[in-house]
């Protein structure tokens, strides 16, 4: 374990420096930062150290739509806000947001000094849709869809993602074809790996198809998807109605699905109906991985026999789409039909910039995203003994029919979003927080860096990087990876920190103690400091005679801004005793900061 003077640690993931006390954990929303005094330009120091001094001023420019809703409801109830974020917050904010990277130190340096008015947005306008701006939301969407090995054709869908997300091909467009695609392999047709990750593997004597067809129960994966694509796509959870009727089960839940059958939801997987899902064959041998997928099944059964659900009583099998019960074109591909009606929806505009506004800014309008109760939108047409569900109503319907106008580019919803004061607002409070305001977005609130995005920002400050493997090619960043393979340390690093195994749908990090273990012992962070094998440190080390310049450019680095006169006395005793190892020892500090291990 490196011995570092200048780091205490705490339990439960409270890393504290010397001089900063800033603790991560239940008071990681405390105030966070200590502002200058002035923001002026003349002084990249003031602006890049935390000071003591007032708190930033309360008064912000509205933006956008999304600040005239969001700084009204917080004037008429009388709520304070945060002032605007200054330049070194905002900049490693917008970083991690869009691209799930930290900023160079070079970076940090060139837009402090910039002059300009408009440098925030040409910043946003450059980060989105850039190469990393693409690997850090293809990522996130294999996450969403769990894409993972049971999906051969992975690496394939990954790149599409990839190539969707960086031409900003309308989500619309995106989704519909995930939903319909069919004819071909998923080894030849990207958008099919959706469907046929979701396939469940059928038993003997469990499967009443075609001894084509025996080994996947063909029902079962028909209400698998209906259930992945109602979560997605409209933010809904159908999975209670998929046993039984809503009545007598969800009162206390959702009010909409309440008044839903199990025969509604039937007749919403009936648009899979007809869709096949043909495991390839060698040798007699099935390929569970390598689908061939059609439509030339004869519709849905609601009384076949079932693997994972009560067992299914009959009743209609016409496809009906469950928010507007418009029935399928007996002219048209049921898919087809599910597609148009499903992206056509509102909700399924609502139900994706809430999912986004959520990653953005901390948490959505509603909470979790696929928990949507669609008889609690309206502020003025509740049912008795309920409130409104989502907290800004009328901004997360204007933000959605923005969303269609633009047709459905999720590069103009990130650039809305990320150009509001509200989403550049400071995460430190002025004066005491008091919790009924986390709903009012008062303030930036941070959150904890996902176990691929702390590997990354790891590799960035460090300069130092393992050979990740992705198929035949090798990659440096664990967000450019289609499929995590980690072994190893790295594999413990990234399991504590809470990546996703695609099992299930991915959730937000949260602390544990195993993590302050993994950032003193691991290899992930221990071989990385080391000043060798051309690290950062290591070239900071030939290329400044000074330590006070190394010392500045591994804050600078790291956690986007200089040390304070405190931390830097701390920092020079150190390298003063020992060049090498006190420069090592700085460097594994400053990954073990809050700063570093949260996004403010």
Known sequence: MRKATLLLLGIAG??????????????????????????SIASQTARLVPQAGAAPSAEVAHKNFIDDFVFAKMATNGVPH????????????????????????????????NDAADKRSKLI?????????????????????????????????????????????????LARAMMSASGKSNLVVAAVNPITREHVEGMAGQVDHGDDLRKVQQSDTHDELTVQFGKVFLGMNLSCISCHDGANHLEKVNVYLTGKKRTDFFQQAAFMGNTRYIPHVERTEAIMAHFVVDDLAPGYDTKAETMLRMGRLGGPNEPKFILTDEIAATDADPRDELARMMTADLQFSRATVNMFWAKLMGFGFVEPYDEFD????????????????????????????????????LHELFRVICNSSAYQLSASFPGEWNDTYTKYYARKFARMLTAEELHDAIVTATGASDELRDGSRTVAMAMQVSVPQNKGDMKSFMQAFGQNNRGTVA???????????????????????????????????KKHASNAAVVEDLFLSSIARLPTPAEKDVALTAMAQDRQKGGENLQWALLNLSEFLYNF
């Open 14 to 39: 409270c890393f504290v420096l010397v001089a900063q006390d800033v603790p991560i954990g239940s008071d990681v929303h405390a105030p966070l930062f200590q502002a200058p005094k002035s923001e």
């Open 82 to 113: 945060a002032g605007l974020a200054y330049d070194r917050e905002f900049l490693r904010r917008i970083y991690l947001d869009l691209t799930g990277r930290i900023p160079s130190s070079e970076q940090v340096r060139e837009f402090i000094a």
């Open 125 to 173: 306008d450059q980060l989105i849709g850039s190469p990393e701006f693409a690997d850090k939301w293809s990522y996130f969407f294999m996450d969403t869809l769990r894409i993972n090995g049971k999906s051969g054709g992975y690496q394939l869908f990954h790149y599409m993602l990839k190539q969707s997300l960086a031409a900003d091909r309308p989500y619309d467009d």
């Open 374 to 409: 669609l008889a609690r939108q309206d502020p003025n047409n509740l049912p008795e003994g309920w409130d409104v569900q989502p907290s800004h109503p009328e901004l997360l319907n204007e933000l959605a029919k923005h969303f269609r106008e633009s047709n459905y580019s």
């Open 507 to 541: 959730r937000p990090p949260s602390p544990s103690p195993l993590q302050p273990i993994m950032m003193m012992r691991s290899s992930v962070v221990n071989d990385r400091v080391a000043a060798e094998n051309d690290s950062r440190l290591e070239k900071l080390l």
